[in-house]
DNA sequence: AAATGAAGCAACCGCCTTGTT
DNA sequence: GAACAAGGCGGTTGCTTCATT
């Protein structure tokens, strides 16, 4: 018995959302929360399929998501990540607070991936690829995916260079290599990465935990911190589809912690 | 200015995992 | 424990934009 397809495609609309679509999913998952995304496309009038709902909201329409492209630390810490986890870009995407997994997978594959083979290093192993002449034995270690773990606890950080690609020479010394890196801010970073490592941030995103359109269950959501003033930016994208008057959010109007109305 | 190719990214597809009956 | 439903994940595709010729 094959698997049932998740809607019926002839009925679905595909292809890049529109701004009007957005604008219904956003005041859907607004005034309802998020339910069984099964359930979403018809309760918001809307001609696409739940997954297609989900995909969008989780990476794109997301308050808490933020916007542009990776810094230089978040790379640093794709990177390492990424040399201990693979390609499980959720788990990674999971240590990146605002980032999701589509947007990390899309940049390493744009951008880091070429990065990492200009500096001589196999981006699928994270070791020096065969026909990049090792220079010496430290430096090779450094670069391993697993001496990576030694590196950090030795202080030393993962030498990848998120601007530049292969400004720095894989042919220096050790020593300069570690001098050089003390003036990178990746070399910071280790305890960062130690940290959430070692600590697991929150299984789902807590602003999102309410299933209800009782104003009550929304405002206290809207208290917590994900809904700050810094995560806010994705309204000012409404603009863009007329939203400043306040059409989508009326039914979910509400202040947060400072005072801000949404 | 037009044609072509490359790069970037949103979205889709199909499989896997998990929860429920 | 089996069958099914739903969500989640990673790989891939294809469209759009930008750069080059």
Not at 60 to 87: C, F, I, M, S, W
Not at 124 to 142: F, G, I, M, Y
Not at 171 to 197: A, C, F, I, K, Y
């Amino acid at each position: 018995m094959g698997r049932q397809p998740c809607c019926d495609k002839k009925k679905v609309k595909r292809g890049p959302w529109t701004a009007e679509e957005d604008k219904k999913l956003i005041s859907f998952i607004l005034t309802h929360g998020r339910c069984c995304w099964r359930a979403v496309p018809k309760l918001a009038g809307l001609l696409r399929c739940g997954k297609s709902c989900r995909l969008r909201w989780t990476n794109y329409l997301r308050p808490d998501l933020k916007r542009g492209l990776l810094t230089a630390d978040e790379e640093q810490l794709v990177v390492d990540l990424h040399a201990k986890l693979g390609n499980r870009w959720s788990k990674i995407a999971a240590k990146l607070p605002g980032r999701t997994d589509n947007e990390i997978k899309n940049h390493w594959n744009t951008h880091i991936k070429k990065k990492l083979i200009k500096m001589g290093i196999d981006p699928a192993t994270h070791q020096p690829l065969p026909n990049t002449k090792v220079v010496s034995q430290t430096r090779t270690s450094t670069l391993s995916t697993a001496t990576t773990e030694s590196a950090k606890s030795n202080g030393m950080a993962y030498p990848f260079d998120p601007e530049g690609g292969c400004s720095r020479d894989m042919s220096v010394p050790t020593d300069s290599m570690e001098q050089s890196s003390r003036n990178t801010s990746s070399h910071g970073l280790d305890p960062l990465v130690n940290w959430l490592l070692e600590a697991e941030l929150p299984a789902d995103e807590p602003w999102l935990n309410f299933t209800s359109s009782n104003e009550d269950d929304f405002s206290g959501i809207v208290k917590q911190s994900a809904w700050d003033g810094s995560t806010t930016d994705w309204l000012l994208d409404y603009q863009d589809f007329s939203m400043d008057d306040s059409s989508l959010i009326d039914g979910a109007r509400v202040q947060n912690s400072d005072g801000l109305n949404f």
